[in-house]
């Protein structure tokens, strides 16, 4: 299966693992996923430690190398496909990043690991969600 991890996954990967479900954990550590990583994800944890909400063992740059190579994640780019997408969606979310992160799912077609309820219920898109 390919995953796309909603930021707090991966943060929760990391730094908060018993955050994770027996589903969510069991996924992230089966060697026969694809775990896929929106730069969106880095943007968002940037504004997380710069408003404190998060703080990291290690400088930024240092813990993403770390957290990238551990967890074998792949990049799931910001396209233009992933912009144009933005105008189909049909969800009742508004948070940019979210929405960002569903186009991601659905353009390169991965299952989007999630707590998010507002996510969960989004249609048409593939979920694990963490529960």
């Known amino acids: 299966m390919n995953l796309l991890l909603d930021t707090h996954?991966?943060?929760w990967s990391d730094l908060e693992p018993r955050r994770l479900s027996v589903d969510g954990h069991s996924a992230l550590s089966d060697s026969?996923?694809?775990l896929w990583l929106s730069p969106v994800s880095i943007w968002e944890?940037?504004?997380l430690?710069?408003?404190r909400r998060i703080s990291l063992p290690e400088e930024f740059r240092d813990w993403l190398e770390e957290s990238v190579q551990a967890l074998r994640l792949r990049e799931a780019s910001l396209t233009w496909?992933?912009?144009a997408e933005l105008q189909t969606l049909?969800?009742?979310h508004?948070?940019?990043a979210d929405r960002f992160l569903v186009a991601t799912a659905k353009v390169f077609d991965l299952t989007l690991?999630?707590?998010d309820e507002r996510l969960i219920q989004a249609p048409g898109l593939k979920i694990l969600a963490n529960h």
């Open 9 to 11: 996954i991966w943060i």
């Open 32 to 34: 026969k996923n694809e």
């Open 45 to 47: 944890v940037t504004v």
């Open 49 to 51: 430690l710069r408003k």
């Open 81 to 83: 496909r992933v912009a």
């Open 90 to 92: 049909a969800i009742r």
């Open 94 to 96: 508004y948070d940019a």
């Open 113 to 115: 690991v999630t707590a």
